[in-house]
């Protein structure tokens, strides 16, 4: 099993950056594929970004292509998405998941585990 939990929400201004991190207990996430997603107030959970267990396969949203990157430390049990250029409308929760078998994948109900999220808000 694994338990996600993020970090490294707040407040930035519109083309500023921020990092977010997932830190993530279990002896399996070096084998977990790993997303983000987001949720803004009214509005469906979305796909944001996937990593596969090893990091060396990435997936992203459209309207985040060239501005987020998501990476991995398997050592540290960790995922990052760093954000920057960032928007108005990247204002949402975001949370961390994890899937216990298989590939990434772009929909959320393919992910088993779940953070809190932590909130994002960019000012324009």
């Known amino acids: 099993q694994v338990q996600p939990v993020e970090s490294g929400g707040g407040l930035a201004q519109a083309g500023g950056s921020l990092r977010l991190s997932c830190v993530a207990s279990?002896?399996?996430?070096?084998?977990?594929?790993m997303g983000w997603f987001r949720q803004a107030p009214g509005k469906e959970r979305e796909f944001v970004a996937a990593?596969?267990?090893?990091?060396?396969?990435?997936y992203y949203a459209d309207s985040v292509k060239g501005r987020f990157t998501i990476s991995r430390d398997n050592a540290k049990n960790t995922v990052y998405l760093q954000m920057n250029s960032l928007k108005p409308d990247d204002t949402a929760v975001y949370y961390c998941?994890?899937?216990?078998?298989?590939?990434?994948?772009?929909?959320?109900?393919?992910?088993?585990?779940w953070g809190q999220g932590t909130q994002v808000t960019v000012s324009s």
């Open positions: 990593i596969n267990w090893t990091g060396g396969s990435t």
């Open positions: 998941a994890a899937r216990s078998i298989g590939n990434y994948q772009t929909t959320a109900s393919a992910y088993d585990y």
């Open positions: 279990g002896r399996t996430f070096s084998s977990n594929a």
